[in-house]
């Protein structure tokens, strides 16, 4: 049995003071409930340090939303593995379609910096997803083939074990239309088997396959019920603590 994994990612939102106010808010919504999966918010980098403080005593983990794969040195404005292992990270989000699309950040990129973060000692929380375009063109498994093949490039079957992936169709983040469970289920599937063909049947089973894509708390159930959803990653409805509770509690 696979445990479920719900991470809030909350993007470039919330300064300082608004950051303590969420995760205070979840924290003692949380300690009021009996929690039956893992929870990891991923606030900006700004916060990490004073959420790391917030989360003592808390089964909250903490992660970051993206890293720099070089380990120190003249790279303005990048953050390394690290540094964020210093602020009590125990996860970063890496390949995130905001990164892909924004930022420019390759297959390639995205390689090296799991490998990197795993190299720290950071759980990498892997993501891929087609946009709309190659959905409707029908290429959706292939495009979801090539980011899981050349992102997990060299990574060895220990490492692989650490690794979260998430599947974030590009269509559905942040736009209010999620997928269908189906479309959702026959996604994780493929990356499953993909990853029993590139690894082991026992490093497939026990691979958490997040989905992400507009996850609020009315459709939370129904997509975390399908077999190969093991949690979700969460965007808009991490911003609040009591949407972001429901998730939790769906899960
Ligand atoms: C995300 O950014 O990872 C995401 C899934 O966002 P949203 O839940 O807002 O679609």
Redesign the pocket.
Known sequence: MRRKVIAG?W?MNNDLSESQNLISHLVSSLSKEKVNCDVIVCPPFTSLSEANSLLKNSVIKLGAQNMYFEESGAFTGEISASMLKSTGCEYV?LG???RRTIFGETDQVINKKIKKALQSGLLPIF?VGETLQERESGVTNDIIKRQVVEGLKDISSDDMKKIIV?Y?PVW?????KTATPQQAEDVHAFIRGLVKSLYSNEIAENLIIQY?????PDNANVLLSQADIDG???????LKADSFMGIIKAA
């Not at 559905?172 to 209010?176: D, E």
């Not at 992400?212 to 609020?216: A, D, E, L, M, Q």
Request: glycine content about 24%; hydrophobic content about 35%; proline content about 0%.
């Open positions: 990612n993007k989000i995130h379609s905001e993501c998430a974030e559905a983040i942040g736009t209010g992400g894509g507009s996850v609020k979700a990653l969460v965007g808009g409805a991490c």
